[in-house]
T-cell receptor, first 115, second 115 residues
């Protein structure tokens, strides 16, 4: 079974609008962390935001927020006020406490921001 | 400070040859990770080091793949008898420990092409 599922291979959004990128995960470990990364066409992996399974509040970092619904095992990334520079691949990832330090990544969502 | 450094940035090799990929992590980062990314795909975990030991080698695809880390710093990923299916971008990352919340910081990768 897939640990991390990103069901949207590609998404389009109009500049200045908000967009939600979906991520669901599968784990039986009560202690885990969820990450989102951005990969522009240049190939670098950029860390965006982190949410811990015991965190009471949804994480926010500037224009990025994480809509964490623990019971549904979803950790959607919300980007507000999209900019042209947001066009990139976005990856959701999970680290399970009982699996050591590795992150398991989803297949990614390609976001295109239209002017 | 300096980020994660990988060399070479590009490597073209003939099928059957051995290759070595190098990773220099961020100074002070104790954890080091290798991932593989095929064109348009997500990141596939290969191996993870904590210090010089590798508690998780579960992602190495075959015994042609090996990795070592010396001095708690530089790591080398070796692929013996390369095959065309080994063609991919090999990404190295490091983190300050392997706590749940520690994000991975990635290098720019080595693009390996096996002809």
């Amino acid at each position: 079974a897939q640990k991390i599922t990103q069901t949207q291979p590609g998404m389009f959004v109009q500049e200045k609008e908000a967009v939600t990128l979906d991520c669901t995960y599968d784990t039986s470990d009560p202690s885990y962390g969820l990450f989102w990364y951005k990969q522009p066409s240049s190939g670098e992996m950029i860390f965006l935001i982190y949410q811990g399974s015991y965190d009471q509040q949804n994480a926010t970092e500037g224009r990025y927020s994480l809509n964490f619904q623990k019971a549904r095992k979803s950790a959607n990334l919300v980007i507000s006020a999209s900019q042209l520079g947001d066009s990139a691949m976005y990856f959701c990832a999970m680290r399970e406490d009982n699996q050591g330090g590795k992150l398991i990544f989803g297949q990614g969502t390609e976001l295109s921001v239209k002017p | 400070g300096a980020g994660v450094s990988q060399s070479p940035s590009n490597k073209v090799t003939e099928k059957g040859k051995d290759v070595e990929l190098r990773c220099d992590p961020i100074s002070g980062h104790t954890a080091l990770y290798w991932y593989r990314q095929s064109l348009g795909q997500g990141l596939e975990f290969l191996i993870y080091f904590q210090g010089n030991s590798a508690p998780d080698k579960s992602g190495l695809p075959s015994d042609r793949f090996s990795a070592e880390r010396t001095g708690g710093s530089v790591s080398t990923l070796t692929i013996q008898r390369t095959q065309q299916e080994d063609s991919a971008v090999y990404l190295c990352a490091s983190s300050f420990g392997d706590r749940l919340s520690s994000p991975l910081h990635f290098g720019n990768g080595t693009r390996l092409t096996v002809t």
